[in-house]
């Protein structure tokens, strides 16, 4: 199984201001997803990122707003600019369980709070 | 829109008995259907997936059923210890694709 790591573990940011989170695969991986899970939320899938191409964002999220990058494999980022407390989330990244053949595997998370 | 609800936010089970969670869904087709664990603080971690074509799946002391039919899980947990204790919670989806649809989940605790 993949083993994930995400950076930072959490955060404490001001309003207008950009935090961009890290995410390593140890392993190469064609897909990697980004999920943001609000307070009291399920999970909400912010965009898919293929190494190559640009991301591909789901309603109601806009790359100005997460901007995504996939420099190579096993690495990528997401930024959240312009913060604002309705931010405030935990921000996963996934990648996908080859043996499944489904998205499976889950970073920690980042804890981000926007005051 | 699609709709995807788990039976209860929260399970109170006693040490032994089996714990049994529900997922129901609406307006929505899956190709298949998995469980995750979640602790506090932490990312969710892959237990089971189960496709439409399958009726049961067995993983140690987990069952997961799937009624294609009656569009519902249900997962178990036979012989339920305290560790047990967590977050909950099914995901549809549909392919590879990563557009996995996730219920709010149940937070089951298990009493010694």
């Known amino acids: 199984s993949a083993v994930i790591s995400q950076k930072p573990s959490r955060d404490i940011c001001q309003r207008g201001t950009s935090l961009t989170i890290q995410c390593q695969v140890d392993?190469?991986?064609?897909?990697m997803f980004w999920y943001r899970q609000q307070p009291g939320q399920s999970l909400t899938l912010i965009a898919t990122a293929n190494q190559g191409s640009e991301a591909t964002y789901e309603s109601g999220f806009v790359i100005d707003k997460f901007p995504i990058s996939r420099p190579n494999l096993t690495f990528s980022t997401l930024t959240v600019s312009n913060m604002s407390p309705e931010d405030s989330s935990i921000y996963l990244c996934s990648v996908e369980d080859l043996l499944a053949g489904a998205p499976g595997f889950f970073g920690p998370g980042t804890r981000l709070t926007v005051l | 829109s699609q709709k995807i609800e788990q039976n209860s936010e929260a399970l109170n089970i006693q040490e032994g008995k089996t714990a049994t969670l529900t997922c129901n869904y609406t307006?929505?087709?899956?190709?298949?259907l998995q469980w995750y664990r979640q602790d506090p603080g932490r990312g969710p971690v892959f237990l089971l997936l189960i496709r439409e074509n399958e009726k049961e799946k067995r993983k140690e002391r987990l069952k997961v059923t799937f009624d294609t039919t009656l569009k519902q899980s249900l997962f178990h947990i036979t012989a339920s210890q305290p560790a047990d204790s967590a977050t909950y919670l099914c995901?549809?989806?549909?392919?590879?694709?990563?557009?996995?649809?996730f219920g709010k989940g149940t937070k089951l605790s298990v009493k010694p």
């Open positions: 995901a549809l989806g549909k392919g590879s694709q990563g557009n996995l649809i």
């Open positions: 392993s190469q991986v064609t897909m």
């Open positions: 307006n929505y087709s899956p190709a298949y």
